[in-house]
């Protein structure tokens, strides 16, 4: 009998035990702190090829990586960089496009680059479900500083007129003053008004950084009823009018 007690207490009741009382091994034993991990995922089922017509006279490419950053460069904010970059580019320099890739050169998503630069600007699954997931970036430079710009493009078969409604939901959004590369102030309290830019309805609202006859303020416009930009400056919009053709 004593020798069946003590099997029972070997085999059963010690290993359970001994699973209660096991050290619980550390997850980070040398106290380090973990490697900065950008969100960014990219999407390998498109190819990016520009909506400009007539290419600007530069071009910049930015790669964010979906893995621990090897480098204090690669720990900085899309802002960060994009301004880094354009430090040496001569204010005279007007128009440059931007291509933002993700690990190995993929071309990222609107959707995705919008979460790198935490901004939402339209419900997800409208986004999908409408528009093209490529974009074109843009920035103008002149002797204000740089403005960014984005030019989206309809699917197939979708129009200005069947989302105009859902589009113009972006007026809502709490997170486009971070579409700036500088902080433009607080968002007037009048909200958006009309303007005609080179003949093409657009919506505008103004911030708090405006000085006279030096507006700041955010654009969207429509071109050719599938092409929506989206602009920090109304320069920069014309611009982005002109590099669309016709």
Known sequence: GILILSLIGYFIVFPLVSEFLAPVPEENPSGALPAFEPSVQSSPNFTHSSFFRIPPDRSIKLTFKNEPAQSVEELKTYAQRLSNALASIDASSGMLEIEVQGKDGAP????????????????????????NQDFTAFVLKDNRGSWPGYVL???????????????????????????????????????????????KSTRYVLFSNSTEGAPVAFYYSWFNNNTLVLSTSEAGLKKAFEHLGR
């Open 108 to 131: 990222l998503a609107f959707n995705e680059f919008m979460a790198l630069i935490k901004i939402t600007l339209f419900d997800s699954d409208f986004f999908k479900n409408n528009f």
């Open 153 to 199: 493009r309809l699917g197939r078969g979708i129009t200005e007129l069947l989302v105009r409604n859902q589009v113009a939901a972006l007026e809502n959004s709490p997170d486009l003053a971070n579409l700036f590369l500088t902080p433009p102030g607080r968002q007037a309290l009048s909200g958006f008004r009309d303007l005609t830019v080179q003949g």
